[in-house]
């Protein structure tokens, strides 16, 4: 049977599982920021699709920009890119959670630091991090 790239299906079904898993951690961050923010109204199905969703539009619209722009505007259109992907983000988490831009860009920073903090935990009880530090990674 023919492979993709080398890969044969038990490694298609692997790599599938744990994008699904990692899609799952990633989201409870954003859950407990939603929640936080929005006072209880989240859900941890509205994270998980603002977390695929707004990865998805972000690159999206981040390579559109870069790809249609440069030609135009040259290299400065990467830098758009960002911008523009991170709003269309941000615009993701608003429309998941029913909240303003502010709440949005509350909940995006929040999750990050309770993903910080989450990571530091599991460092601290477990020896762990997620992703993996440069200090857990370094001998010396």
């Known amino acids: 049977m023919a492979s993709i790239l080398g890969a044969g299906i038990p490694d298609i079904v692997v790599l599938f599982i744990a994008l699904i898993i990692v899609w799952v951690i990633a989201s409870i961050p954003v859950y407990i920021a939603g929640k936080l923010v929005t006072r209880g109204r989240a859900t941890f199905g509205a994270a998980m699709g603002a977390t695929l969703g707004g990865i998805i539009v972000y690159f999206i619209v981040a390579f559109g920009v870069s790809f249609f722009l440069g030609a ?69």
Do not use: E, K, M, Q
């Open 72 to 140: 135009l505007i040259g290299p400065s259109a990467y830098i758009w890119g960002l911008i523009l992907g991170f709003i269309a983000f941000i615009a993701v988490y608003r429309a998941a959670f029913d909240t303003g831009w502010l709440g949005a860009i509350a909940i995006a920073i929040v999750a990050v630091i309770v993903a910080v903090v989450l990571s530091l935990l599991l460092g601290a009880l477990f020896g762990i991090s997620l992703p993996p530090t440069l200090s857990s990674s370094v001998n010396i």
